[in-house]
């Protein structure tokens, strides 16, 4: 006879599904900012199909990077999809502050620098995220035109 799972039998195993543990990253991520990408393991396949083990490594290179907040260049190892990750974000500081991606290393140290520096201004009373508008200065065909003429 075999005997029926309990209902609290079926939530500890659903719980131990749940609970997971993540891939920690490479001591190379943690070097820069990498946006996830990390070295992979894959095989060459030839004409032939003998498969021969290769290693995959991420599009990385140093690239100094502009922080609005700090006023200053600062040097990273990047990989070409954080380039594109912190185009979309709206600039480095946006992606180190918003992005679930920045746990520790170069990227970490820079956020913590950035955070602090947000904190200094906001006991000053400046607000560094606020968003700035930047106005229009467009002039019309018409007068545009006017000038031409004159």
């Given amino acids: ?19 997971t543990t993540i891939r920690n990253a490479s001591n190379r991520s943690k070097r820069g900012i990498y946006d996830g990408v990390d070295i992979r393991s894959g095989n060459n396949v030839p004409f032939s199909l003998k ?31 954080a380039l594109r990750t ?7 500081d946006n992606y180190l502050l918003h992005s679930g991606r920045v746990e520790e290393g170069e990227g970490w140290k820079v956020r913590q620098r950035i955070l602090q520096k947000v904190e200094d201004c ?27 003429q004159a």
Avoid at 1 to 19: D, E, F, R
Avoid at 56 to 81: A, C, G, Q, W
Avoid at 86 to 92: E, S, T
């Fill in 1 to 19: 006879l075999a005997l029926k799972p309990t209902i609290a039998s079926k939530a500890t195993a659903t719980a131990q599904m749940i609970t």
């Fill in 51 to 81: 498969k021969t083990k290769r290693k995959f490594k991420p599009n990385v290179f140093k690239k100094r990077l502009y922080s609005e907040i700090l006023d200053e260049m600062i040097l990273f190892h990047v990989s070409t999809t």
């Fill in 86 to 92: 912190i185009d979309k974000l709206g600039g480095l």
């Fill in 122 to 148: 906001e006991r000053k009373g400046i607000n560094l995220l606020q968003p700035i508008v930047l106005k229009s200065t467009n002039v019309s065909a018409e007068s545009a035109s006017a000038e031409v």
